[in-house]
């Protein structure tokens, strides 16, 4: 019989971990593996806070798909998806190309939710990409590059606004306040001309996070010079000037938007019913009623049934579901049944710049971590999820010294 098409659409955490499971499980022999990816590299999404701050250089949240899967076993594609035809079970690429496949894994990752606030996709740095964070690092540096240059100081030119203070908002300021002084010292700027916000529509940061933390986050980064305004929703963002919904504005040149995430517009535009562009998936990871067609990370939706509400998109969550659909999909190929999925829940781990970090763990009992612990273990998992995806080797080219 004729080898089983199995297709993976994104290399981001899901898709990686799909592809590199299905390798080893399936091989050559049993299926054709193919992986379409936008670029030829895998890009670390829980890295870019850093990379657009300027604490981290791209190439570093970034690798060749080649070196880390294995060519000869998976058909690697870079191409960017532009349709999900699940009638006749195809895939359309930018390239003109279609590609047909037994079997769908969809892992395209999120875009940036705006709950209907205008301006945002013109006027702000919204694309949680390698490339959205290499050009928002270049804005900021020009910034500060051209302001002693200027004849006449506007405000707002150094005025650094970050829409929505969830972990993305929070884990980006961390970044940015740390490295201030540097910035300001390499460009000559005076420290006390720069402002740094964090809005959010809530009554605190990181809303529903253990209080201790979120206030031990908070106290630190004010320390650094970080304002928050809390329980302010935006409402809108012209050039340059942020608009809040009790009529407050305030001028900046950088509006870096962190309000959350929906599922990739393909997820939609595809037919799949969906909230937020996220499938509510079957427990065995299918889309409801596509017996062929898994959906993993940001593009899919699972309820926890202790809180009964959806799970938070993670990559801790996408890597598990990468795992998961590609054993489901193995079940399949060999004649077998997919099984549910459990998503394990370690922890949540925020890097606030420099070696500040805080979160919770579930290791030995549920702990709470602060500075340097918390940066360890954040370490750590990053680490091990490059163990898991190629070995050790990567863990010890890529990862991050925890110490
Ligand atoms: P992604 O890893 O984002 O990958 C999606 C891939 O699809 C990308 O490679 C993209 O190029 C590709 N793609 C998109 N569209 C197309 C197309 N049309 N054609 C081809 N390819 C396409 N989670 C944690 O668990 N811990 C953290 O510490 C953490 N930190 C974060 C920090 C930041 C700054 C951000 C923004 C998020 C963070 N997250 C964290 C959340 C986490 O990054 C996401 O939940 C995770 O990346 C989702 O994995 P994914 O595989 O669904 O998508
Ligand atoms: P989020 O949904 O976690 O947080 C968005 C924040 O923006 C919320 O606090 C919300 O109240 C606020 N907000 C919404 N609309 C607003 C408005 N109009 N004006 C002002 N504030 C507004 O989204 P995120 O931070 O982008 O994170 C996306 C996902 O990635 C989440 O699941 C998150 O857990 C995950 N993530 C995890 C980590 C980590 O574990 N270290 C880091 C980054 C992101």
Request: aromatic share 8%; net charge negative; glycine share 10%.
């Amino acid at each position: 019989a004729a080898k089983p098409k199995i297709l993976i659409l994104g290399a981001g955490y899901g898709g990686m971990m799909a592809a590199s499971r299905l390798q080893k499980k399936l091989g050559t022999d049993r299926a054709h593996i193919t992986l379409v990816s936008k670029h030829s590299y895998h890009y670390l999404t829980t890295w870019l806070h850093e990379v657009g701050a300027g604490t981290l250089h791209h190439d570093n949240a970034r690798m060749e798909i080649r070196k880390v899967l294995n060519p000869g076993k998976t058909n690697i594609v870079q191409d960017t998806v532009t349709g999900i035809h699940t009638e006749d079970k195809t895939v359309t690429l930018k390239s003109g190309d279609d590609l047909s496949y037994d079997y769908l894994i969809i892992g395209l990752g999120a875009t940036a939710e705006t709950f209907g606030a205008e301006g945002v996709y013109e006027h702000t740095y919204h694309a949680w990409t390698l490339d959205g964070a290499r050009e928002m690092k270049d804005h900021i540096e020009f910034q500060f590059a051209q302001y002693p240059q200027q004849k006449e100081h506007k405000d707002k030119d150094l005025t650094f606004v970050v829409a929505g203070g969830g972990f993305t908002g929070i884990e980006f300021i961390g970044e940015l306040s740390e490295r201030l002084p540097e910035l300001c010292e390499h460009y000559d700027v005076p420290r006390e001309k720069v402002k740094m916000y964090v809005i959010e529509a809530a009554p605190s940061a990181l809303p529903g996070f253990d209080p201790e933390l979120v206030e031990y986050g908070m106290n630190l980064l004010e320390q650094r010079g970080v304002e928050f305004k809390v329980n302010k929703p935006i409402s809108e963002v012209k050039e340059g000037l942020v608009i809040l919904k009790d009529g407050e504005e305030i001028p900046a040149s950088t509006i870096v938007w962190a309000t959350g995430v929906r599922g990739n517009p393909l997820i939609e535009e595809a037919g799949f019913e969906a909230n937020r562009g996220r499938v509510k998936v079957d427990s065995d990871l299918r889309a409801p009623g596509h017996d062929d067609v898994f959906i993993i990370g940001d593009c899919s939706l699972i309820i926890n049934e202790e809180t009964e509400r959806p799970y938070p998109p993670t990559a801790q969550m996408a890597i598990q579901q990468g795992t998961a659909a590609a054993d489901n999909v193995t079940h399949l190929v060999m004649g077998g049944t997919p099984g549910p999925f459990k998503p394990e829940i370690l922890g949540t781990l925020a890097s606030l710049g420099g070696k500040e970090a805080m979160g919770t763990v579930s290791l030995f009992g549920h702990r709470k971590l602060y500075g340097r612990s918390a940066l360890f273990m954040k370490h750590m998992s990053d680490n091990r999820y490059f163990t898991k995806l190629n070995g050790m080797a990567l863990a010890l080219t890529k990862g991050r010294n925890p110490l």
